[in-house]
Every structure is written in structure tokens, then in C-alpha cells.
């Protein structure tokens, strides 16, 4: 596709179910960015993946976020027995290699999650 | 580490009035600074970036932003507002173009006709 592309863009949990996202980069780019965003806090920076290298997951809040990124493509948020606070759009970025040094990270319109 | 201080969550302005949104960063080593720009119901864009070239940088749809490291700033202007750029509008910085975003807060701005 054109850009990149997430899934689902709203999704309804129960308090401790589990949920997954998914987000599709823009192909051939090679970094790839989850944030959440939450009102009035911006985003904040959750994982990073850039190639085959191991992934920057000084972001994520507690054990249970977790992200995987298959074939170096798709990747997957989890998060594990959901809490209300995790109520939040989360956002996917992707980004070519250089992405920051060319300046742009290419951002999907996001997964809108509300745990009740 | 790097952050990102956004002055002002929300901003009204008039149509054809000057539009400053004002943003301070704080770094350790020569920063890269984006603004992005998120119109309702869409994903965030770039609306400009520094990258230790010049420090006047110019952007999309008339936007621009002065770097300036002695007051650590790197502050949205545009002379004149126009109804279409009501959105948010977030203040990013990276160490160097090395490290993942970090963004503000954001700004809301609201154009009156």
C-alpha cells in the first residue's frame, strides 16, 4: 500500500483480555515505530525496530507490552490482561533507514483502544 | 536525554492573524527538530525538520521555524493563519537523528473566522 496501514482502527476489550494490533510499513523501510498517544500527554515513545537489529523497548510501560516484527514487515503490539489505563490510539510509524536523518517518520492513522 | 516543552496546549488565533506556537527543547548533543502536524482524524505529518543546516527552516503550507540554541527553541510561526490549519501541531527532537522521536505535549490550534 501507499502508506502505513494499521488494524484495527477501534477496538473495544474488557478489562484483562488480551489485544493484539497490527501495523503494515510503507515497503522497504526498514525502521519501524510504535507511540501511544493519550489526550492531553502527546505521544509517547513505546518500541523501535530497525533492521535485524534488536529492538529499543526502553519505552514500553510494563511486562505486559510486548511487540514482534516478522520477515523485518508487519509488526504486532500485544498487550496482555488490559488494563483502563491502557486506553489510548496507538500509533505505528515506519521510516527508511536514514528515516531521521532525512527527517520523516510516516505514520498510519492509528488503532484506538478502550478498555472498559 | 532529550525532551520536549510545548508552551500552551491550546492556541486561538484569527483568520489572516500571525500563528506562534512555541516549543523548547532540551538536549544533550546538537539536536535534530520536526514539527508534525495531526489534522482531525488523520495520522500525523511532517510540517518541517532541522538538521544542523540552516536555522531558518521553511515547511509545508507556509510554515516556518528558527532554530535558535542559545535559548533552545525551535518555535512555529506562519504570518497568516488560515481556517484549514486548525489541527495539532507536536514539537519532536532525536539526539542526533540516532534515537527514536520524542515528542511535546502538542498544541491545539483553533482558527476564528
Known amino acids: 500500500g501507499a502508506g502505513v496501514s494499521q488494524s484495527p482502527s477501534n477496538k473495544v476489550t474488557e478489562k484483562g483480555k488480551d489485544v493484539e494490533l497490527r501495523c503494515d510499513p510503507i515497503?522497504?523501510?526498514?525502521?519501524l515505530y510504535w507511540y501511544r498517544q493519550s489526550l492531553g500527554q502527546g505521544l509517547e515513545f513505546l518500541i523501535y525496530?530497525?533492521?535485524?537489529?534488536?529492538?529499543?523497548k526502553s519505552g514500553l510501560p510494563s511486562d505486559r507490552f510486548s511487540a514482534e516484527r516478522t520477515g523485518g514487515s508487519v509488526s504486532t503490539l500485544t498487550i496482555q490482561r488490559t488494563q483502563q489505563e491502557d486506553s489510548a490510539v496507538y500509533l505505528c510509524a515506519s521510516s527508511l533507514m536514514q528515516g531521521l536523518a532525512s527527517g520523516e517518520l510516516f505514520f498510519g492513522e492509528g488503532s484506538r483502544l478502550t478498555v472498559l | 536525554a532529550q525532551s520536549v516543552t510545548q508552551l500552551g496546549s491550546h492556541v486561538s488565533v484569527s483568520e489572516g492573524a500571525l500563528v506562534l506556537l512555541r516549543c523548547n527543547y532540551s538536549s544533550s548533543v546538537p539536536p535534530y527538530l520536526f514539527w508534525y502536524v495531526q489534522y482531525p482524524n488523520q495520522g500525523l505529518q511532517l510540517l518541517l525538520k532541522y538538521t544542523s543546516a540552516a536555522t531558518l527552516v521553511k515547511g509545508i503550507n507556509g510554515f516556518e521555524a528558527e532554530f535558535k540554541k542559545s535559548e533552545t527553541s525551535f518555535h512555529l510561526t506562519k504570518p497568516s493563519a488560515h481556517m484549514s490549519d486548525a489541527a495539532e501541531y507536536f514539537c519532536a527532537v532525536s539526539d542526533q537523528g540516532n534515537t527514536p522521536l520524542v515528542f511535546g505535549k502538542g498544541t491545539r490550534l483553533s482558527v476564528i473566522a
Open positions: 525496530f530497525q533492521g535485524n537489529s534488536a529492538p529499543d
Open positions: 515497503s522497504g523501510h526498514t525502521a
